[in-house]
């Protein structure tokens, strides 16, 4: 998730996810899709922006006045996973994290990626959670995505925040998922097997 607060002076920004199907990554084109803002009662001349998971980028425009922006970030939760036949569930990680406060230009459109959770099977999450264990009998679950914000032209090399998903889970040895964390993420537990599922995002 993120969030935005907006003053004469600065913003915060925070970001939402929510579980919905993986899409396709988006391309590095100026991002039309436009957030909800939600203003919450704050100190004169601030507000607070919160971006939920859209599947899509989302675009911010810096206000007239505004030289800075204080934005959290979350990443998403990695997928958990369950082996029916023994009734063991593997836990996917947490999300990562991150608090930061950044420079800004007023009238600057910043893009906001939030990530999706992670789901069981195969699919990778969207923004960059990675593909979970696909077997038919031993499922895995995938990476959840992580939560970011970029500068035009909006490619993964433009990110100036980066909150990590948590890692895939893996079913059949009731493997967890390593969390997402700053500097890097946590590895994740190998479970009763000793088979060790998917790390953590970096924030």
């Known amino acids: 998730m993120a969030a935005i607060m907006a003053g004469i002076s600065g913003i915060t920004i925070s970001t939402q996810y929510a579980p919905l199907a993986p899409t ?46 204080t934005a959290e970030l979350y990443g998403a939760s990695g997928g958990d996973s369950y082996y029916s036949p023994t009734s063991k569930l593997g836990m ?16 600057e459109v910043l893009s906001v990626y939030i990530g999706a959770l992670g789901i069981t099977g195969g699919a990778p999450s969207y923004n960059g959670g990675g593909a979970g264990g696909n077997h038919p009998t031993y499922t895995g679950g995938s990476g959840g995505g992580a939560s970011d914000i970029r500068r035009f032209p909006y490619a993964l090399t433009n990110r100036i925040v980066v909150a990590g998903g948590g890692g895939g889970s893996y079913s059949f040895f009731k493997a967890r998922g390593g969390d997402g964390g700053y500097p890097a993420g946590t590895a994740g537990t190998s479970g009763a097997g000793g088979k060790t599922p998917g790390g953590g995002g970096t924030a």
């Open 92 to 107: 996917g990680g947490n999300g990562g994290m991150i608090t930061s406060r950044i420079a800004v230009t007023p009238g």
């Open 24 to 69: 396709a990554s988006p391309t590095s084109a100026l991002p039309t899709a436009v957030p909800t803002a939600t203003l919450t009662s704050m100190p004169s001349n601030v507000c607070s922006i919160v971006f939920a998971f859209t599947g899509a980028a989302q675009a911010f425009t810096v206000p007239g006045g505004v030289t800075y922006i």
